[in-house]
Nanobody, 122 residues
Framework: QVQLEESGGGLVQAGGSLRLSCAAS????????VGWFRQAPGKERERVAG????????????TYANSVKGRFTISRDNAKNTVYLQMNSLKPEDTAVYYC???????????WGQGTQVTVSS
């Protein structure tokens, strides 16, 4: 059974940082691309970052939404079956539930986690 579990969310002041983790089990993790998505109340879900599959211990090509480029960094540690999202210079508009999803390509999201809340206060 495939499971993705997000952690690391919380309440932070504007300008602060958080690191989200997405821990995977039940799949050969290095063969999967992983994306981070977010959804704020009343808004559509937005893909904020993605990282391709990587046969090495880490690495993979990355993509970012314009809204987070230069502030967020996605990375992976295949030995730990975990993908991270380092979020710096957080803004109130970054407030949302953040989800990770894994798929065979960066364009697919077959498996989803349950999400972690990020709240940025002004």
């Amino acid at each position: 059974q495939v499971q993705l579990e997000e952690s690391g969310g919380g309440l932070v002041q504007a300008g602060g940082s958080l690191r989200l983790s997405c821990a995977a089990s039940g799949l050969t993790f290095r063969f999967y691309a992983v994306g981070w998505f977010r959804q704020a109340p009343g808004k559509e879900r937005e893909r904020v970052a993605g990282i391709s599959a990587s046969l090495s211990a880490s690495g993979g090509s990355t993509t970012y939404a314009n809204s987070v480029k230069g502030r967020f960094t996605i990375s992976r540690d295949n030995a730990k079956n975990t993908v991270y999202l380092q979020m710096n210079s957080l803004k109130p508009e970054d407030t949302a539930v953040y989800y990770c999803a894994a798929g065979s390509t960066q364009g697919s999201s077959t498996f989803w986690g349950q999400g972690t809340q990020v709240t940025v206060s002004s």
